[in-house]
């Protein structure tokens, strides 16, 4: 045969192939190199896979411009993308959105690569963030005025009056509560918040890593969906200065396995002091600018100081009162955590603080 019959056989051939594979849209997301909080920067990798059924060790690595995200300094300098979770990406068709670490290319952890500094990651761990955020545009919390503040807050918390909350927050959060559902991040709960243009929800996740990605996954489809209504997501610790103003928080709610199913309030009190020890360690990794909303006002322990009580807003942690009532109603709430701090970085340290008090009375 010609070799123009061969060519064409071998297109056919090719094409019946593809006509075979399900062509699906996979977002690989990942933490760029900026301090003190890293952002998140994605694209979009088509691949033909010829089943649902698959694995994310199936997925490839790939490859960035490393130079334009902090992450590369020389020419010559090169990373890897690792996916570590897939989730469903439900605002497109086809499509999927992966988690990824960022890998030297001796495959050691990139500097940036927070998620790696989890040492423990065995199942034990239960995590519940508050994922407080404000809604902004054009550097201000939406419907903010152009000068000065609105009227005294207040009237925002958990409210419903249009010309008080507008239609686009409850929008918003909304679809963004759905999207999060399809894919697979267990959103627990939603309600808006103190400040005007300010909401918050909550996700739940078991095991450490996971509870990374939940987070910064759950970050990702708000910051894509708000794209759509021209607005930016402000995840500053205190976005309104000076004044009178809530600050945007996402509280750090654990637990371990002996927590949730053995008793004890020895256990729980031991766990608090043992936070009192390694201060300047958590507010290290707790988020920046923190220190203009740890004031020891609008429910919040001053940066300064160190408390635990039973149902205190006004504590570095919190014991529910569902805690109390048979010490073994699974959670502590760390309330210092800023909405800007890196979760991977929350996670690891809380692990590592819990793991070290002993289960012995
Ligand atoms: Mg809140």
Sequence with gaps: MKYTVWKKVFFAFNWLCIMNMLPMKFEYIRLDGYTPEPNIRGKTKTI???TYAWD???LPTWNFDWSSTQQASGWSSDCVLKPVRVYKDAARTNAWIVMCEV???DWTPHVSNSRSTIESDDGDFWFGFEQEYVMEKNGKPIWF???GNPDPQGKYYCGVWYSRMSHIPRRIAD???????EAWIYIDGINAEVLKGQRE???LSKWAKKAGDDVWVSRYILMRLMEEYELDLNLNPKPVRPGDRNGTGMHCNFSNKYMREIWGEWYFTHVCKRFGDYIPEHMAVYGSENEYRLTGKHETQSIDEYSFGVSDRGASIRIPLTTVQDWRKWRLEDRRVAANADPYKVVARVVKTVQEVKYEN
């Design 145 to 147: 005025p152009e000068k």
């Design 201 to 203: 929800y909550g996700v």
């Design 175 to 181: 679809k963004h509560f759905d999207l999060c559902w």
């Design 56 to 58: 994310v060790s199936e």
């Design 48 to 50: 033909l896979m010829d």
């Design 103 to 105: 890998w030297n290319a």
